[in-house]
């Protein structure tokens, strides 16, 4: 079984600023990594994955997340942010083996002006 | 077009009635999905279907009943709603293969707020 943990329920940041959402997970078995953004109002869209290779993995609208698998973290970073990244962040996990994806409880990031 | 689209949007409903959700895809994946969203933006999925054929059914009460006519298209019925069954619920699909792998993109449809009153 797996599950997934995402550190903060909500990150408030003002606009240009970085931003980092924190994500660990637990898996007896290889995963397959997902951040997907829900914006208000609307369905889950993905912003990146990891399945092998580079650790540092870059999404759609400027995000990119690095995997690390010694902490068992996929932490999704942007340099600066705009208003319209305002949005639910969810990462999630699926067994290499399987397609059963495993959310964790969402971030909620609000941008300030 | 929308890769996919679940109907209704919105559904108002009193407790004890029986509902349905429709989610159709026109991807042509073989991997379609429902998925429940809480209150507090929880989520967990509750059924897939592969070509027809369920391969996962998570702890849901038999009150919920997925159907799927066709690898494009899983609805869910609702006997009974209570309550508790309000909630946002997501339709998805992707692409699995016969090698069942992992790493497929899920695709959400815009989901359905389902309220009982």
């Known amino acids: 079984a797996q599950s997934v943990t995402q550190l903060d329920s909500q990150v408030p940041v003002f606009e240009e600023a970085p931003v980092e959402l924190r994500c660990n997970y637990s898996?007896?078995?290889?995963?397959?990594l997902f951040w997907y953004v829900q914006y208000p109002n609307q369905g889950l869209q993905l912003l990146l994955k990891y399945l092998s290779g580079s650790t540092l993995v870059k999404g759609i609208n400027g995000f990119e997340a690095e995997f690390n698998k010694s902490q068992t973290s996929f932490h999704l970073r942007k340099p600066s942010v705009h208003i319209s990244d305002t949005a639910e962040y969810f990462c999630?996990?699926?067994?290499?083996?399987?397609?059963?994806?495993?959310f964790g409880g969402g971030t909620r990031v609000l941008v300030k002006p | 077009d929308t890769a996919v689209s679940q109907t209704p949007k919105y559904l108002v409903t009193q407790m004890g009635n029986d509902k349905s959700i429709k989610c159709e895809q026109n991807?042509?994946?073989?991997?379609m999905y429902w998925y429940k969203q809480d209150s507090k933006k929880f989520l967990k999925i509750m059924f897939s279907?592969?070509?027809?054929?369920?391969?996962i059914n998570e702890t849901v009460p038999n009150r919920f009943s997925p159907k799927s006519p066709d690898k494009a298209h899983l609805n869910l019925h609702i006997n009974s709603l209570e309550l508790g069954d309000s909630a946002v619920y997501f339709c998805?699909?992707?692409?699995?293969?016969?090698?069942?792998?992992?790493?497929?993109?899920?695709?959400f449809g815009a989901g359905t707020r389902l309220s009982v009153l």
């Open positions: 898996s007896s078995v290889s995963v397959y």
């Open positions: 279907y592969n070509n027809k054929e369920l391969i």
């Open positions: 999630a996990v699926t067994p290499r083996a399987g397609n059963k994806l495993t």
């Open positions: 991807l042509g994946h073989d991997t």
């Open positions: 998805a699909s992707s692409q699995v293969g016969l090698m069942g792998g992992g790493g497929n993109i899920q695709y």
